[in-house]
C-alpha cells in the first residue's frame, strides 16, 4: 500500500504559476505509476497529468498540454506537478493518485491509491 499526501495548493491570479508535491510514504514509490486529477465544484474529477514508474512517459490532458509540467523523484518518494499560466477554469481540488499494475494514465477509476487533494484557485 501507499499513502499519498499533496501539498503546494494555494490562491493564485491568473497567469502565476503553482508548484503541487505529492509525497508518497513507503518504498515501493518506484513501482508506481502516478497521476494528477483535479475536481471542480459540480464536476466529475478529470484527469490533468500522468508520469510512467521511471519518468520516461507523460501524459497531459490537452486543457493543461505546454501549461503543466509533471515530474517524479524516486529517491524522494515524490511527484510534482508545476503549473504555469494559470487560468481561473484551473481552479479545483487537485489530486495525485498512484497505480501499480496494467496502466491506463487518463482513467481515475483505474488508479488505487489517492491522497485527500489540495486545493488551487486561480483569481481572475
Known amino acids: 500500500q501507499v499513502q499519498l499526501i499533496e501539498s503546494g495548493g494555494g490562491l493564485v491570479q491568473a497567469g502565476g504559476s503553482l508548484r503541487l508535491s505529492c509525497a508518497a510514504s513507503?518504498?515501493?514509490?518506484?513501482?508506481?505509476?502516478m497521476g494528477w486529477f483535479r475536481q471542480a465544484p459540480g464536476k466529475e474529477r478529470e484527469f490533468v497529468a500522468a508520469?510512467?514508474?521511471?519518468?520516461?512517459?507523460?501524459y497531459y490532458a490537452d486543457s493543461v498540454k505546454g501549461r503543466f509540467t509533471i515530474s517524479r523523484d524516486n529517491a524522494k518518494n515524490t511527484v510534482y506537478l508545476q503549473m504555469n499560466s494559470l487560468k481561473p477554469e484551473d481552479t479545483a481540488l487537485y489530486y495525485c493518485?498512484?497505480?501499480?499494475?496494467?496502466?491506463?494514465?487518463?482513467?481515475?477509476?483505474?488508479?488505487?491509491?489517492w491522497g485527500q487533494g489540495t486545493q488551487v484557485t486561480v483569481s481572475s
Open positions: 493518485a498512484a497505480e501499480m499494475g496494467n496502466w491506463y494514465p487518463a482513467i481515475y477509476g483505474k488508479y488505487d491509491y
Open positions: 513507503g518504498r515501493t514509490f518506484r513501482s508506481y505509476h
Open positions: 508520469i510512467s514508474r521511471a519518468g520516461a512517459d507523460t
